[in-house]
């Protein structure tokens, strides 16, 4: 059997304890318990009679507020019978078990936070968070207009404008949204802290945060903070050519995508830390209920968790089409033997993008080695590598771990079947 995941929980028996799973996902995204497979994915079997499943559905629906839609089937696998509970994300959440939401984390099903609890009370209102009322009405767009006028060219940004943009209900209320794109209503929402190390960490060169100002100047800021450290001219024949450290797109994408998906909820600011050969971008909010991780690394985004601000970032010419924007990122680094890495947690998305490399000059004489094996077989395992190299285990473990960290390489697969190759190919 496979393993469990966010989608599948194996249960041995018949315990209540299924019933937080049921909640989580009632709460997130579809999914189903297995009864009669352990923890290992031994296949146990369990009795799948009309009486244990009437005792389930009785459970359910005494235990579960309200009752989400679910349905049980028996299937027969490896020669037992294994009682399958298919649980459907609901419609009107938050579900509760013994007055408690539930999630599934990576590890466990727990309970959800005040934070979360308010983000399913929005969803079960049709409500995303920045779309809830400013506590300031008074809002001024000084810096929104000028650039509305820059990129499409209107004559001044008026109230059936900013409707339309809907930054204003039709009661001319300011929702979330329109403060964070104010001149004046921001305070009190989290920002962008960035930070600029030298050499190594204890050096600090430059750090600011960016808060209390519209979200259009944060990302206007940080973009020169990145420009400062990350791009200079050189001189070539008798013209100036402007030379990049990182992919300017590539931090402008990264950026836009930190600001337009985070939980804005959340008191976390956007974190930046710039090193000398990498800048790390940590933006506060995981994935989305229903989109996987291949899902986002596609672009094949058909929920945005702040639409609003998406499509003004959109209309600014800060971001394409939706959902491209880590394909962009992914498309800079295109000539680069270093390669951006994603890191997708369940709390927070992390985007890492290298310095970018022409050549392998600047890795080490085994790990130049280990590069080139698999630039001539594209994939290998590692007793493969073991022999082509010449290196025992413990060197190649060593070099691949070393090639894995700078996101030059991938791995593929688990245990005897796993196999390394460069990472872009």
Do not use: C
Not at 327 to 353: H, Q
Request: glycine share 6%; charged share 30%; aromatic share 10%.
């Amino acid at each position: 059997m496979n393993k469990e995941s966010f989608k599948v929980e194996y249960k041995e028996s018949y315990t209540k304890t299924f019933l937080k799973t049921v909640s989580a996902y009632a709460n997130y995204s579809d999914g189903e318990i297995l009864f009669g497979i352990n923890d290992s994915g031994e296949v146990l079997g369990v009795d799948t009679s009309e009486k244990e499943r009437l005792r389930i559905e009785n459970m359910i629906n005494d235990s579960l507020e309200p009752v989400p839609e679910y349905k049980m089937e028996i299937r027969t696998i490896e020669g037992r019978s294994v009682l399958a509970l298919i649980v459907y994300k609901g419609k009107y959440p938050p579900y509760f078990f013994k007055n408690k939401a539930y999630k599934i984390t990576d590890t466990s099903t727990i309970a959800v936070d005040r934070e979360g609890l308010k983000r399913l009370v929005l969803e079960r209102l049709s409500l995303d968070y920045e779309e809830t009322k400013s506590i300031k009405q008074d809002l001024e767009f000084s810096i929104l207009e000028s650039k509305l006028k820059a990129e499409i060219n209107i004559y001044e940004l008026s109230m059936d404008i900013l409707k339309t943009l809907k930054l204003v209900d039709k009661s001319e209320v300011y929702n979330v949204a329109g403060a964070l794109l104010s001149d004046n209503g921001v305070e009190g929402f989290p920002g962008i802290d960035i930070i600029k190390f030298g050499k190594d960490v204890s050096k600090i060169l430059n750090r600011g945060i960016l808060n209390g100002v519209s979200v259009l100047k944060q990302y206007d800021e940080a973009v020169k903070t990145f420009e400062r450290y990350y791009q200079y001219e050189e001189i070539e024949g008798y013209k100036r050519i402007k030379k990049e450290i990182v992919p300017h797109e590539a931090f402008r994408e990264a950026l836009a995508n930190a600001i337009i998906h985070r939980e804005w909820d959340s008191k976390a600011n956007i974190q930046i830390s710039m090193y000398d050969d990498e800048i790390v971008i940590v933006s506060p909010g995981g994935l989305m209920g229903g989109i996987t991780e291949d899902d986002y690394l596609r672009g094949n985004l058909s929920v945005l968790r702040n639409p609003i601000l998406a499509d003004v970032f959109f209309k600014l010419n800060l971001i394409e089409k939706f959902g491209t924007g880590i394909k962009r990122i992914v498309e800079e680094y295109n000539d680069s033997v270093a390669k951006p890495k994603f890191e997708l947690g369940e709390y927070t998305i992390k985007i890492t993008l290298p310095r970018i490399r022409k050549d392998i000059g600047y890795l080490s004489e085994e790990e130049s080695l280990i590069y080139k094996l698999l630039e001539d077989e594209i994939n290998l395992s590692r007793y493969e590598l073991d022999e082509k190299s010449g290196f025992n285990k413990a060197k190649t473990v060593r070099t691949v771990n070393k090639l894995l960290k700078k996101n030059i390489i991938k791995k593929q697969g688990k245990g005897p079947s796993t196999t390394y190759r460069l990472n872009g190919d």
